[in-house]
């Protein structure tokens, strides 16, 4: 009997601002050759020496300049067979929450973005994975208020 191995080498942010009363959650159009053109959140790989909330943080940054005013653990984790890696991956997912006059500063990785509702994000996104994760950050970090057992102190 063979094992499919589990591993954990990446994170996911899902970043959401309040627009005049509505809450809009950030997608990036990926570019190159592996998922490009595809609409996501920010993701990225963990770094040595780093863990996955500092990954999460660098990757926001990275990706779009943003800075999470309030930022938690989402309290989730996508799960999806990776072929290629011939393993199933967990993601373990962070939620920020920015202020609306912040201005995304895309890098290479991505060509464009769009602050959409999350039923626009929910036709937009190609995994049902990733809809049944936003799915969970509406529930838990939208319609409700997130717990503070969730809020990751990043001055640490």
Not at 20 to 37: H, I, K, N
Not at 40 to 62: K, N, S, Y
Not at 99 to 107: G, P, T
Request: charged share 25%; aromatic share 10%.
């Amino acid at each position: 009997m063979r094992e499919i191995p589990i591993k954990c080498f990446a994170v996911s942010a899902v970043l959401i601002r309040d627009n005049d009363g509505t809450a809009q959650v950030l997608l990036l159009r990926r570019t190159g050759t592996r998922l490009g053109g595809a609409w996501c959140q920010v993701a990225g790989a963990i770094e040595h020496g780093e863990t996955a909330w500092q990954a999460a943080l660098r990757e926001i940054r990275e990706e779009t300049g943003l800075l999470p005013d309030r930022f938690y653990s989402g309290d989730y984790c996508e799960q999806f067979y990776e072929a290629d890696k011939e393993c199933i991956s967990l993601v373990a997912v962070f939620v920020g929450f920015v202020e609306s006059e912040q201005e995304v500063v895309l890098n290479q990785e991505h060509s464009e973005y769009r602050w959409v509702t999350f039923d626009e994000a929910d036709a937009l996104l190609p995994f049902g994975g990733q809809r049944a994760m936003l799915k969970h950050v509406f529930e838990e970090f939208v319609r409700r208020e997130p717990s503070t057992w969730l809020l990751i102190d990043t001055t640490q």
